[in-house]
């Protein structure tokens, strides 16, 4: 039993098990609308990456939860992705994680003991990296394996960062290279090169510390982090939340190698297909653009890279802080602009003001 292919044992993986995006609109659409305490600083309104709540003048907790089933078939590496992709969304809201929860769902009858223990391992890894403990959680036996964390950060009230408060002119900053999705696809076709892996396990496993402090910068107007409804989804929230649009560069986009080369080989998920369906009515294409960089555009990522909007004067300064966190593929793509909550995806733009 040691040598099951956990992907084997999932319908999905990653954040490409995610609800598409119409059909989770639909479901909520119906849901009673609650009583908002007005405390609660971030809620469901525009889809943001985490519930706010103001404790004091100077504090508020920050709350989200995340779990999916492998992405990988090494359990480690499972658990470490997990926990990665959880914690992301407190640093997308510029906070800083204080402790977390463990999510577990595990079919027993199909996976031994120490295939769990290398799971919760590979999660308890990551946590001691970001210097939080996980304190506690729950955990069911489950027929697909489940794994993730529900997280919690803090922060000040008046540094919290959302995915509606872009402005016209606003640079769009992309802080991680695209295609892990397209990666995952190759891997359980059998089809992901040894060097194909690292550059999936390298991106998917960097903490996105730099939220944390890219609330210092004046500059930075809005937040979230690229998952599973892809770089043009997680765009048209910010979108739709700010009331405004956005042109996409193509060819400024930072890529995985490996995914390249896969993506161009005609390698995509279910889930960038669904992801199409469910927002390409707000998307305009070039004519001639490729299926593959289409789908490339909609891969669902998991533990992706956080999608920031700044002034064009804060670019260089923005670009800065991502390099010396560690993130070499932090690039400008975009730029919003007055007008529908629509998005245009032109090859390249002339962005002068942000030397791009």
Sequence with gaps: MSDVRLTSLSSGGGCGCKIAPAALTEILAKVPRQFLDPALLVGIETSDDAAVYRLNDEQAVVATTDF????VDDPYD??????TNA??????MGARPIFALAIVGMPLDKLPVSVIQDILAGGTSVCEAAGIPIAGGHSIDSAEPIYGLVALGVIHPQRVKRNSTARAGDAIVLGKALGIGILSAALKKGALPEEGYRQMLATATQLNTVGHRLPEMAGVHAMTDVT???????LAEICRGSRLGARVAFESLPVLPAALSLAQQGYNTGGAKRNWASYGHDVRLPDDLAPWQQALLCDPQTSGGLLVTCAPQAVAEVLALFRDEGFASAAVIG???AGAARITVDYRLDLPHTGC
């Design 228 to 234: 599973g409804f892809g770089l043009l989804g997680h």
């Design 335 to 337: 730029q919003m602009q």
């Design 78 to 83: 499972f658990g470490r992705i997990a926990a």
């Design 87 to 92: 914690l992301s969304d407190i640093y997308a």
């Design 68 to 71: 999916f089933m492998p992405i």
